[in-house]
Nanobody, 123 residues
C-alpha cells in the first residue's frame, strides 16, 4: 500500500498550489485522508482531512479560508488546494490514510503515509 503526493514546488507569497495524493494498492475514494505538514525543526502539524463520507475538517486557524481539501473521484485522488500562500506555509506536506472513518488531526492515528512533497514559499 503506497501513497504518493505531488504538486509541490516553489511559489511566491500570495501564490497558489494544488497538491494531490494518489494511492496504489487500495482505493483512495474509500478512505479517510489527512494532510499534514512539517517545517524544519518543528513538529508535524495537521492541515486538513476529508472523511470517507466526504466531510472535511480543517485543523489550523492560520489555514482556514486559504486551504481546501477535496476529492477527485474520477482520478481516485485527494487534493489540497492552497491559496494566498505565506512564507510560513513552507514545509514538507504529507498525505496519510486513517483506517477509522472519522477524521483526526493526530499524526499518531494515521496508518499509511506518503513520502511528502516540498512546498517552498519565498520571494
Amino acid at each position: 500500500l503506497h501513497l504518493m503526493e505531488s504538486g509541490g514546488g516553489l511559489v511566491h507569497p500570495g501564490g497558489s498550489l494544488r497538491l494531490s495524493c494518489a494511492a496504489s494498492g487500495f482505493t483512495l475514494n474509500d478512505q479517510t485522508v489527512g494532510w499534514f505538514r512539517q517545517a524544519p525543526g518543528k513538529e508535524p502539524e495537521g492541515v486538513s482531512c476529508i472523511s470517507k463520507s466526504g466531510g472535511s475538517t480543517d485543523y489550523a486557524d492560520s489555514m482556514k479560508g486559504r486551504f481546501t481539501v477535496g476529492r477527485d473521484y474520477a482520478k481516485d485522488a485527494v487534493y489540497l488546494e492552497m491559496n494566498d500562500l505565506r512564507v510560513e506555509d513552507t514545509a514538507l506536506y504529507y498525505c496519510a490514510v486513517r483506517i477509522p472513518s472519522d477524521c483526526s488531526g493526530n499524526v499518531r492515528l494515521y496508518h499509511y503515509w506518503g513520502k511528502g512533497t516540498q512546498v517552498t514559499v519565498s520571494s
